[in-house]
């Protein structure tokens, strides 16, 4: 079964710094471009940060471009996200989303259930 | 960046009726290939979301035929040729022809 599993979320002071993995298994990970997708509480979805398969091209949201690094492990099945300069306005839950593709990021039809970010002193 | 619009926001729906949901994009979201790079989801409630349909009018695999997708220049078209209670949440489609990817506002499916 192709699974998706976010770890990593927390209650993160403004102006710190959070790591999330998404452990991926049931596919072969390293053929796939990866997705994080993030949801504030309330609110409708926002597209994060993307990678093509080799991990040698991405992309990010302009909210987040300068403080959110995304990589990923190919020879561990596992996508990360480096979240620096946490603002109030990053709290949401993020989603790792599978695309169907190599190197382009759209037709995500695999998603994690989510793990939870919280900014705030 | 490319703005994409739903409406309507808010959708009350019988059984067994149909449904339409309309999405317009900002800028055009037709590739050279001839595809337009739009995808619809839906968010059940309390769950992940879902994709329903790629590249416009592409059912994704498992999807039942009564969703379908069109397009007709910017304006986005998912109908729902009868609803039924399992279809409620919240669909969003989402522009990829360029990036930073964008989502619609989302509209909220509900049952009368």
């Known amino acids: 079964e192709v699974q998706l599993l976010e770890s990593g979320g927390d209650l993160v002071q403004p102006g710190g710094s959070l790591r999330l993995s998404c452990a991926a298994s049931?596919?072969?990970?390293?053929?796939?471009?990866m997705n994080w997708v993030r949801q504030a509480p309330g609110k409708g979805l926002e597209w994060v940060s993307c990678i093509i398969n080799s991990g040698t091209t991405t992309y990010y949201a302009d909210s987040v471009k300068g403080r959110f690094t995304i990589s990923r492990d190919n020879s561990h099945n596992t996508l990360l996200l480096q979240m620096n300069s946490l603002r109030a306005e990053d709290t949401a839950v993020y989603y790792c989303?599978?695309?169907?593709?190599?190197?382009?990021?759209?037709?995500?039809?695999?998603w994690g259930k989510g793990t939870t970010v919280t900014v705030s002193s | 960046d490319i703005v994409m619009t739903q409406s309507p926001l808010s959708l009350p729906v019988t059984p067994g009726e149909p449904a339409s949901i309309s999405c317009r994009s900002s800028?055009?979201?037709?590739?050279?290939?001839?595809?337009?790079?739009l995808d619809w989801y839906l968010q059940k409630p309390g769950r992940s979301p879902q994709l329903l349909i790629y590249?416009?009018?592409n059912r994704a695999s498992g999807v039942p035929d009564r969703f379908s997708g069109s397009a007709s220049g910017t304006d986005f078209t998912l109908q729902i040729s009868r609803v039924e209670a399992e279809d409620v949440g919240f669909y969003y489609c989402?522009?990829?022809?360029?990036?930073?990817?964008?989502f619609g506002q989302g509209t909220k499916l509900e049952i009368k």
């Open positions: 989402m522009q990829a022809i360029q990036i930073p990817y964008s």
């Open positions: 590249l416009s009018s």
């Open positions: 989303a599978k695309s169907a593709y190599h190197n382009t990021c759209y037709n995500m039809g695999v």
């Open positions: 800028q055009s979201l037709l590739h050279s290939n001839g595809y337009n790079y």
């Open positions: 049931g596919f072969t990970f390293s053929s796939y471009a």
